[in-house]
């Protein structure tokens, strides 16, 4: 199991830039993908971004494609997630997570760190 924390959140005005950190430990990462989600109040957990950690492999969410940019720093075992231009609808709950690449879905989680996009 790979243990996640996440750091990073907080408030910040519409058009504003914010990045996350989700530092990693527990496992050798060469074999896994790491991700970020996010749940908005009342609303299903969604996928964001995610980078696979040996090639660098990145995939986003059509909704957040220009604006955030996912990144890890391999010595550090620490992901991050540049978010830029911020609108209110991206206010919510940012968790990360991990999973092994012959994974079907993400099984380790961080507890979240809230993010607010409000002026």
């Known amino acids: 199991q790979v243990q996640l924390v996440e750091s990073g959140g907080g408030l910040v005005q519409p058009g504003g830039s914010l990045r996350l950190s989700c530092a990693a430990s527990?496992?050798?990462?060469?074999?896994?993908?790491l991700g970020w989600f996010r749940q908005a109040p009342g609303k299903e957990r969604e996928f964001v971004a995610a980078?696979?950690?040996?090639?660098?492999?990145?995939s986003y969410a059509d909704s957040v494609k220009g604006r955030f940019t996912i990144s890890r720093d391999n010595a550090k075992n620490t992901m991050y997630l540049q978010m830029n231009s911020l609108k209110p609808e991206d206010t919510a709950v940012y968790y990360c997570?991990?999973?092994?690449?012959?994974?079907?879905?993400?099984?380790?989680w961080g507890q979240g760190t809230q993010v607010t996009v409000s002026s």
């Open positions: 997570a991990a999973r092994v690449m012959w994974s079907s879905g993400f099984h380790d």
């Open positions: 527990g496992r050798t990462l060469s074999n896994y993908a």
């Open positions: 980078i696979t950690w040996n090639q660098g492999s990145t």
